[in-house]
Structure formats: structure tokens, C-alpha cells
């Protein structure tokens, strides 16, 4: 689950967490707040560790009283089949977006990765960048595993 507010831009190659690969958005990133009244400040290491992309920042300074939700959470899965031949390759990219640890939007975004667009996206800026960059995490995990799969076979 990653902060409502946080835009991240780009791979946190040198983060301190444990498990990196384990984090909401796949990997751990870097960015800026868009919390209302700080759009566009640039956290510090720790707040980006912290707060940024775990969600439920309630000790961030930024976070403002009033909002919707407290965390944005991702999960997603490659349609394929062989009785659709158009949905090789799209991603189907569900969003949990949570306020108090229960869901208060979902839904489902998809991404064609043949094409590189995304077929539907989300309203909310925040929300779409997120899905990005989980969708690039992704993406990135995948094209590992299947290296390692050639290269074990």
C-alpha cells in the first residue's frame, strides 16, 4: 500500500528495505508529495522509506487530516489464452484504494503491454502514476523469472 499523496517518478535503487521486491508498488521509489499544500516537496530518505511507499503515513508531517483514502493498494495478473488472442499480453491491474484499513474504491485497470498503453486509466493522477510504476515492477519481475526459467532449462 503506497501513500494517496506520493508521486513517485523513478526506481529507489539504494533503499534500506529488506524486502524491496515485497513493497506495493514492486520496488521501492522515489518522488514527491502531493498532498495538498506540499505538492511537489521531495520527501527525505527516511520519509520515503517510512511513509511514502507504505501507506498509512499517519507520522508524516504532510498528511493532511482531511482525505479520502489512507493507502493505495495493487495487485495484477497477464490475461492470456489461447481462445482470445487479442488479450495476450494485457495486464489487468486491480487497485484497492483504502481509508481506516477497509476498501472504499476499487477496480480494475488494463494495460496492453504488446502496444504499451493502457486500454482504461484511472481518474486520479496519483492513482494511475502508482499503477505505472507497479506495472513496470511487474513487468521487470517478469522478464527475470522467465530468464532464470531459460536459463535453468
Sequence with gaps: MACPFFMPMEKLENGAWLHAGRLPLGCGWSGHCAAPGHEGEVPSSEELQEFCNLGYAHGCARLPPLRVWDSVRFGARTICGDANVASLGRIQV????????????????????????????????????????????????????????????
Excluded: N
Aim: aromatic fraction near 8%; charged fraction near 30%; charge should be positive.
Design 94 to 153: 486491480r487497485y484497492v484504494c483504502e481509508r481506516a484499513h477497509r476498501p472504499v474504491e476499487h477496480g480494475v485497470l488494463v494495460f496492453d503491454s504488446i502496444k504499451a498503453r493502457w486500454d482504461q486509466q484511472h481518474r486520479d493522477a496519483r492513482v494511475q502514476r502508482m499503477a505505472e510504476c507497479f506495472v513496470a515492477s511487474y513487468l521487470a519481475k517478469r522478464r527475470t523469472q522467465e530468464i532464470t526459467q531459460a536459463a535453468a532449462s
